[in-house]
Protein backbone atom coordinates (compact mmCIF):
# COMPACT_ATOMS: atom_id res chain seq x y z
CA UNK A 1 0.00 0.00 0.00
CA UNK A 2 1.29 3.44 -0.60
CA UNK A 3 2.07 6.11 2.19
CA UNK A 4 3.17 9.44 2.41
CA UNK A 5 4.28 10.97 5.89
CA UNK A 6 4.73 14.66 6.84
CA UNK A 7 6.45 14.99 10.14
CA UNK A 8 5.68 18.59 10.97
CA UNK A 9 2.49 19.31 11.84
CA UNK A 10 3.52 22.92 11.63
CA UNK A 11 6.27 24.97 10.23
CA UNK A 12 7.17 28.78 11.33
CA UNK A 13 9.24 30.91 9.10
CA UNK A 14 9.78 34.34 8.94
CA UNK A 15 9.04 36.44 5.96
CA UNK A 16 11.94 36.64 3.48
CA UNK A 17 13.26 33.46 4.63
CA UNK A 18 13.54 30.17 2.58
CA UNK A 19 11.61 27.39 3.69
CA UNK A 20 11.13 23.66 3.35
CA UNK A 21 8.09 21.59 4.20
CA UNK A 22 9.36 17.62 4.17
CA UNK A 23 7.48 14.56 2.55
CA UNK A 24 8.39 11.14 2.59
CA UNK A 25 6.80 8.22 0.84
CA UNK A 26 6.17 5.06 0.08
CA UNK A 27 4.93 2.87 -2.72
CA UNK A 28 5.72 -0.04 -5.09
CA UNK A 29 7.74 0.84 -8.29
CA UNK A 30 8.05 4.53 -9.61
CA UNK A 31 6.09 7.50 -7.87
CA UNK A 32 4.44 10.33 -8.94
CA UNK A 33 4.63 12.99 -6.44
CA UNK A 34 2.46 15.76 -5.66
CA UNK A 35 2.31 18.93 -3.49
CA UNK A 36 -1.18 21.03 -2.93
CA UNK A 37 -2.30 24.13 -1.30
CA UNK A 38 -5.08 24.31 1.06
CA UNK A 39 -5.66 27.92 2.00
CA UNK A 40 -8.99 27.83 4.48
CA UNK A 41 -12.49 26.65 3.49
CA UNK A 42 -11.21 26.72 0.46
CA UNK A 43 -10.43 22.82 -1.96
CA UNK A 44 -7.10 21.75 -2.65
CA UNK A 45 -4.89 23.52 -5.64
CA UNK A 46 -2.20 21.91 -7.32
CA UNK A 47 0.68 23.33 -6.63
CA UNK A 48 3.53 20.95 -8.49
CA UNK A 49 4.12 17.19 -9.41
CA UNK A 50 7.49 14.85 -10.32
CA UNK A 51 6.62 12.25 -12.73
CA UNK A 52 10.25 11.61 -14.17
CA UNK A 53 13.20 13.54 -15.61
CA UNK A 54 14.77 16.27 -13.24
CA UNK A 55 14.98 15.94 -9.50
CA UNK A 56 14.17 19.44 -8.98
CA UNK A 57 10.82 20.50 -10.19
CA UNK A 58 9.42 23.73 -10.21
CA UNK A 59 5.45 24.86 -10.26
CA UNK A 60 3.28 27.58 -9.14
CA UNK A 61 4.04 30.43 -6.80
CA UNK A 62 7.69 30.13 -6.86
CA UNK A 63 7.69 27.03 -5.03
CA UNK A 64 10.09 23.81 -5.63
CA UNK A 65 10.26 20.58 -4.94
CA UNK A 66 13.57 17.92 -4.57
CA UNK A 67 12.64 14.63 -5.47
CA UNK A 68 15.16 12.09 -3.77
CA UNK A 69 14.93 8.62 -4.46
CA UNK A 70 16.86 6.49 -2.81
CA UNK A 71 15.59 8.68 0.68
CA UNK A 72 12.16 8.61 -0.41
CA UNK A 73 11.76 11.60 -0.26
CA UNK A 74 10.18 14.90 -1.82
CA UNK A 75 10.87 17.88 -0.20
CA UNK A 76 8.67 21.61 -0.75
CA UNK A 77 11.25 24.48 -0.79
CA UNK A 78 10.37 27.86 -1.53
CA UNK A 79 13.89 30.99 -1.37
CA UNK A 80 11.93 33.57 -0.03
CA UNK A 81 8.59 33.03 1.88
CA UNK A 82 5.81 35.45 1.90
CA UNK A 83 3.59 35.75 4.49
CA UNK A 84 0.80 34.96 1.64
CA UNK A 85 2.20 31.39 1.68
CA UNK A 86 0.86 30.65 5.01
CA UNK A 87 -1.72 27.64 4.64
CA UNK A 88 -1.80 23.98 4.59
CA UNK A 89 0.45 21.94 2.27
CA UNK A 90 -0.30 18.23 1.74
CA UNK A 91 1.97 16.25 -0.14
CA UNK A 92 0.45 13.46 -2.07
CA UNK A 93 1.32 10.18 -4.20
CA UNK A 94 -0.13 7.83 -6.64
CA UNK A 95 1.01 4.51 -7.28
CA UNK A 96 1.91 3.41 -10.90
CA UNK A 97 -0.38 0.42 -11.23
CA UNK A 98 -4.32 1.21 -12.14
CA UNK A 99 -5.07 3.99 -14.73
CA UNK A 100 -7.18 5.69 -12.47
CA UNK A 101 -5.03 5.38 -9.27
CA UNK A 102 -6.02 7.53 -6.23
CA UNK A 103 -3.58 10.12 -4.60
CA UNK A 104 -3.09 9.02 -1.30
CA UNK A 105 -2.56 12.05 0.92
CA UNK A 106 -0.07 13.37 4.25
CA UNK A 107 -1.15 14.45 7.00
CA UNK A 108 -0.56 17.62 6.05
CA UNK A 109 1.61 20.48 7.30
CA UNK A 110 0.96 24.13 8.43
CA UNK A 111 2.74 26.94 7.44
CA UNK A 112 3.27 29.71 9.33
CA UNK A 113 4.84 32.88 7.67
CA UNK A 114 5.50 35.64 9.85
CA UNK A 115 6.77 38.95 9.64
CA UNK B 1 -9.73 28.52 -16.29
CA UNK B 2 -11.91 25.27 -16.23
CA UNK B 3 -12.99 24.60 -12.89
CA UNK B 4 -14.63 21.56 -10.67
CA UNK B 5 -17.29 23.05 -8.77
CA UNK B 6 -19.59 21.91 -6.27
CA UNK B 7 -22.76 22.33 -5.04
CA UNK B 8 -24.48 22.82 -2.64
CA UNK B 9 -21.29 24.85 -0.41
CA UNK B 10 -22.79 23.37 2.90
CA UNK B 11 -25.46 21.27 3.73
CA UNK B 12 -27.03 20.50 7.08
CA UNK B 13 -28.99 17.21 7.31
CA UNK B 14 -30.71 15.37 10.28
CA UNK B 15 -29.46 11.66 10.93
CA UNK B 16 -30.53 9.22 8.87
CA UNK B 17 -31.78 11.33 5.98
CA UNK B 18 -30.31 10.55 2.76
CA UNK B 19 -28.00 13.35 0.92
CA UNK B 20 -26.53 13.65 -2.92
CA UNK B 21 -23.25 15.90 -3.27
CA UNK B 22 -23.30 17.31 -6.78
CA UNK B 23 -19.91 18.11 -8.84
CA UNK B 24 -19.40 19.28 -12.27
CA UNK B 25 -16.05 17.79 -13.05
CA UNK B 26 -13.65 19.58 -15.69
CA UNK B 27 -15.44 18.91 -19.20
CA UNK B 28 -12.55 17.06 -21.43
CA UNK B 29 -11.46 14.73 -18.25
CA UNK B 30 -11.99 11.21 -18.08
CA UNK B 31 -11.10 10.37 -14.34
CA UNK B 32 -13.84 11.52 -11.44
CA UNK B 33 -12.79 11.17 -7.57
CA UNK B 34 -14.68 12.01 -4.64
CA UNK B 35 -12.14 12.59 -1.05
CA UNK B 36 -13.65 13.87 2.29
CA UNK B 37 -11.68 15.67 5.08
CA UNK B 38 -13.02 15.44 8.57
CA UNK B 39 -12.24 18.64 9.84
CA UNK B 40 -8.68 19.40 10.50
CA UNK B 41 -7.51 15.95 9.64
CA UNK B 42 -6.14 14.44 6.54
CA UNK B 43 -7.70 14.20 3.08
CA UNK B 44 -9.04 10.86 2.41
CA UNK B 45 -10.08 9.09 -0.60
CA UNK B 46 -13.01 7.72 -1.00
CA UNK B 47 -13.83 6.43 -4.69
CA UNK B 48 -12.35 6.79 -7.91
CA UNK B 49 -14.72 6.69 -11.57
CA UNK B 50 -13.95 5.88 -15.12
CA UNK B 51 -15.48 4.66 -17.72
CA UNK B 52 -18.90 4.98 -16.02
CA UNK B 53 -17.77 2.34 -13.10
CA UNK B 54 -15.64 2.60 -9.94
CA UNK B 55 -12.46 1.81 -10.35
CA UNK B 56 -11.74 1.69 -6.82
CA UNK B 57 -12.89 2.37 -3.24
CA UNK B 58 -11.56 2.48 -0.08
CA UNK B 59 -13.02 0.80 3.43
CA UNK B 60 -14.80 3.98 3.43
CA UNK B 61 -17.21 3.95 1.35
CA UNK B 62 -19.16 1.30 2.29
CA UNK B 63 -22.71 0.46 1.23
CA UNK B 64 -24.31 3.09 2.70
CA UNK B 65 -22.19 5.33 -0.35
CA UNK B 66 -23.20 5.32 -4.13
CA UNK B 67 -21.59 7.29 -6.93
CA UNK B 68 -23.53 7.81 -10.23
CA UNK B 69 -22.59 9.81 -13.68
CA UNK B 70 -26.36 10.35 -14.60
CA UNK B 71 -25.30 12.48 -17.49
CA UNK B 72 -22.38 13.65 -19.13
CA UNK B 73 -21.36 16.36 -17.41
CA UNK B 74 -22.49 15.98 -13.34
CA UNK B 75 -21.07 13.05 -10.83
CA UNK B 76 -22.49 12.49 -7.81
CA UNK B 77 -22.00 11.23 -4.25
CA UNK B 78 -25.28 9.83 -2.75
CA UNK B 79 -25.02 9.12 1.42
CA UNK B 80 -28.03 6.43 2.17
CA UNK B 81 -28.44 7.23 5.34
CA UNK B 82 -26.07 9.54 7.28
CA UNK B 83 -24.69 9.23 10.02
CA UNK B 84 -23.05 11.84 13.14
CA UNK B 85 -19.38 10.72 11.68
CA UNK B 86 -20.31 11.55 8.11
CA UNK B 87 -19.76 14.65 9.21
CA UNK B 88 -16.87 15.93 6.58
CA UNK B 89 -15.83 18.02 3.78
CA UNK B 90 -16.10 16.41 0.34
CA UNK B 91 -14.10 16.83 -1.90
CA UNK B 92 -15.13 16.52 -5.66
CA UNK B 93 -11.65 15.96 -8.18
CA UNK B 94 -11.26 14.75 -12.10
CA UNK B 95 -7.96 14.46 -14.01
CA UNK B 96 -7.49 14.54 -17.23
CA UNK B 97 -5.79 11.35 -17.56
CA UNK B 98 -4.71 8.70 -15.32
CA UNK B 99 -1.25 8.18 -13.14
CA UNK B 100 0.79 10.78 -14.26
CA UNK B 101 -1.54 13.36 -14.08
CA UNK B 102 -2.86 16.19 -11.22
CA UNK B 103 -6.27 15.89 -10.03
CA UNK B 104 -8.08 19.18 -9.77
CA UNK B 105 -10.13 19.66 -6.89
CA UNK B 106 -13.70 21.55 -6.36
CA UNK B 107 -14.06 24.01 -3.30
CA UNK B 108 -15.84 20.98 -1.22
CA UNK B 109 -19.15 20.59 0.44
CA UNK B 110 -19.15 21.50 4.17
CA UNK B 111 -21.48 18.42 5.40
CA UNK B 112 -22.91 18.61 8.70
CA UNK B 113 -25.30 15.83 9.86
CA UNK B 114 -27.20 16.54 13.57
Known amino acids: AQSVAQPEDQVNVAEGNPLTVKCTYS??????LFWYVQYPNRGLQFLLKYITGDNLVKGSYGFEAEFNKSQTSFHLKKPSALVSDSALYFC?????????????FGTGTRLQVTL | EPEVTQTPSHQVTQMGQEVILRCVPI?????FYWYRQILGQKVEFLVS????????KSEIFDDQFSVERPDGSNFTLKIRSTKLEDSAMYFC????????????FGQGTRLTVV
Open chain 2, 27 to 31: SNHLY
Open chain 1, 27 to 32: VSGNPY
Open chain 1, 92 to 104: AVRGPTGTASKLT
Open chain 2, 93 to 104: ASSPRGQGTEAF
Open chain 2, 49 to 56: FYNNEISE
